[in-house]
């Protein structure tokens, strides 16, 4: 029966040619994942199958742990690779830490387009939601794990999620499989451990049929979200000039839910991450309510929300490059720092490079004279106490004011490359050349990367 299960999920995702990859931890669930693959194997061999086991180093066990996932591999007759990885704890968590780290781990080693296949169960689909519903997660979150989603450039899918635990333990012991036992599942210091293994077993006891009852409100909260996400989409080209912004003033002339609907799917679309309730009423009432001089901006995970001229914007969380200074070749292309893009000056002799150059996107560029044998070619990014005269302009403004002038939103102002001839600013990357460089010898070109 399980095999069947197993047998008609993959079937389903997997109906031509592909690589199917397990995410074998050697615990139980994965344990028979890799038994149910490799009978699987048998009956579909057109598809390239491999086995990735994660080595977190998290336990003393760790290598041991290693060796017996490729034995088992092994005597599966299945390809296996073990792969280290370093678990960095930025302050959310050794849990995410580590799942980061492991998800990153297999998909820096699998094809595009692979099926990396998953062991959670119907019963860590009820941990899913109950985590959740503390949290007090709305129908997104409520909808728990899906079946199959991105990850990476391959697919994760989770086979067995509406499989019971009993009923994988019951499988594991009729094949007379052995597993690993990984003993920071018994930690209850772990939120999903505490409710594993202290909540839900007297919740089930009381009431048996409470995991599946939970994974039938996890599906149709994620079939309402679905739904809700289908009814939304009509409204994207109407609040959404580009992918990354959205304007306030379309979003005005919608209700106050469908303002919050709206907002809350484009910033789960432009940054991959799901905005609490709180964090929310923050962007409505300190960003989008804020007076027209201020500068607000909300932090979302390594996004910021910005305000500039009644539209929002979703831009990284960028590291201050000011003092940054690099010298450019005539006719060479250099990489900006902190993905703030490349630029080239271009003048004679221009060869192939620059043919592929321009034909990269958000291109700007300008045209002036070229540099003199005695001026050094350098580009900055300080606006700090910087005057300069745009060609056509009649006297010099302060850097500050022009990019006011020009409409620069504040997050770019220290990030829009600045072209020195000496110790003289020659032109501002898109926006002007400064009067005494204009000319036609030269092409200055900025590629811009946000």
């Given at each position: 029966?399980?095999?069947?299960v197993?047998?008609?999920?993959?079937?389903?995702?997997?109906p031509?040619?592909r690589?199917?990859?397990?995410?074998f931890?050697g615990?139980?669930?994965?344990r028979?994942l890799?038994?149910?693959?490799?009978?699987?194997?048998?009956?579909?061999p057109?598809?390239?199958?491999?086995?990735?086991h994660?080595?977190?180093g998290?336990?003393?066990?760790?290598?041991?742990?290693?060796?017996?996932?490729e034995?088992?591999?092994?005597?599966?007759?299945l390809?296996?690779?073990?792969?280290?990885?370093?678990?960095?704890?930025?302050g959310?968590?050794?849990?995410k830490?580590?799942?980061t780290?492991?998800?990153q781990?297999?998909?820096?080693?699998?094809?595009?387009n692979?099926l990396?296949?998953?062991?959670?169960?119907?019963d860590?689909?009820?941990?899913t939601?109950?985590?959740?519903?503390?949290?007090?997660?709305?129908p997104?979150?409520?909808?728990a794990m899906?079946?199959l989603?991105?990850?990476g450039?391959?697919?994760?899918?989770?086979?067995?999620?509406?499989?019971?635990?009993?009923?994988i333990?019951?499988?594991?012991?009729?094949?007379?499989?052995?597993?690993?036992?990984?003993?920071?599942?018994?930690?209850c210091k772990f939120?999903?451990?505490?409710?594993?293994?202290?909540?839900?077993?007297?919740?089930?006891?009381?009431?048996?049929?409470?995991?599946?009852?939970?994974?039938?409100t996890?599906?149709?909260c994620?079939?309402?979200?679905?739904l809700?996400e289908e009814?939304l989409?009509?409204?994207?080209?109407?609040v959404?000039?580009?992918?990354?912004?959205?304007?306030?003033?379309?979003?005005?002339?919608?209700?106050?839910?469908?303002?919050?609907a709206?907002?809350?799917?484009?910033?789960?679309?432009?940054?991959?991450?799901?905005?609490?309730?709180a964090?929310?009423?923050?962007?409505f009432s300190?960003v989008?309510?804020?007076?027209?001089?201020a500068?607000?901006?909300l932090?979302?995970?390594?996004?910021?929300?910005?305000r500039f001229?009644?539209?929002?914007?979703?831009?990284?969380?960028?590291?201050d490059?000011?003092?940054w200074?690099g010298?450019?070749q005539?006719?060479?292309?250099?990489v900006?720092?902190?993905?703030?893009g490349?630029?080239?000056?271009?003048?004679?002799?221009?060869?192939?490079?620059?043919?592929?150059?321009?034909?990269?996107?958000?291109r700007?560029?300008?045209?002036?004279?070229r540099?003199?044998?005695?001026?050094?070619?350098?580009i900055r990014?300080d606006?700090?106490?910087?005057?300069?005269?745009p060609?056509g302009?009649?006297g010099k403004?302060?850097?500050?004011?022009?990019y006011q002038e020009?409409?620069v939103?504040?997050?770019?102002?220290?990030?829009?490359p600045?072209?020195y001839?000496?110790?003289t600013?020659?032109a501002?990357a898109?926006?002007?050349?400064?009067?005494?460089?204009?000319?036609?010898?030269?092409?200055?070109v900025?590629?811009?990367?946000?």
């Open positions: 029966m399980l095999f069947s197993f047998e008609n999920v993959l079937d389903a995702h997997a031509s040619s690589q199917i990859v397990l995410a931890s615990g139980i669930d994965s028979v890799l038994d149910l693959l490799s009978t699987y194997r048998d009956v579909h057109q598809h390239r199958y491999l086995v990735i994660i080595h977190h998290l336990s003393s066990h760790a290598d041991a742990w290693m060796k017996q996932c034995a088992w591999a092994s005597d599966a007759g390809p296996f690779k073990g792969v280290k990885v370093k678990v960095e704890n930025n959310e968590g050794v849990e830490a580590a799942r780290a492991r998800y781990g297999i998909t820096d080693n699998v094809e595009s692979a990396i296949l998953t062991g959670q169960h119907a860590d689909q009820a941990e939601f109950l985590l959740a519903l503390k949290r007090g997660s709305g997104a979150g409520l909808s899906p079946i989603r991105p990850m450039h391959a697919h994760l899918l989770r086979p067995l999620l509406s499989v019971t635990r009993a009923e333990e019951a499988y594991a012991v009729q094949q007379g499989l052995s597993w690993v036992e990984d003993e920071s599942n018994l930690d939120d999903r451990n505490f409710i594993r293994q202290r909540w839900l077993p007297p919740a089930q006891s009381r009431w048996p049929g409470l995991v599946k009852a939970i994974n039938r996890a599906s149709l994620a079939e309402q979200e679905a809700l009814l989409e009509s409204h994207d080209a109407i959404r000039p580009e992918p990354k912004v959205l304007a306030l003033h379309a979003l005005a002339d919608y209700s106050e839910k469908m303002q919050s709206l907002v809350r799917r484009w910033l789960k679309q432009a940054t991959g991450l799901s905005a609490s309730q964090q929310l009423n923050t962007l300190s989008i309510a804020a007076s027209d001089d500068n607000p901006k932090h979302l995970g390594d996004w910021q929300v910005r001229q009644s539209q929002l914007y979703v831009v990284p969380e960028f590291e490059i000011s003092d200074c010298s450019l005539l006719s060479q292309i250099a900006l720092p902190n993905e703030s490349q630029v080239a000056l271009f003048g004679d002799g221009i060869e192939s490079t620059r043919h592929k150059f321009d034909a990269q996107g958000n700007v560029s300008l045209h002036l004279r540099p003199k044998a005695d001026e050094e070619v350098s990014f606006p700090e106490s910087v005057f300069a005269r060609l302009r009649q403004r302060r850097l500050k004011k022009l020009y409409g939103p504040s997050w770019m102002r220290r990030r829009t600045l072209l001839y000496g110790e600013l020659a501002v898109g926006l002007f050349v400064c009067e005494g460089f204009e000319g036609q010898d030269c092409d200055f900025w590629h811009k990367t946000h």
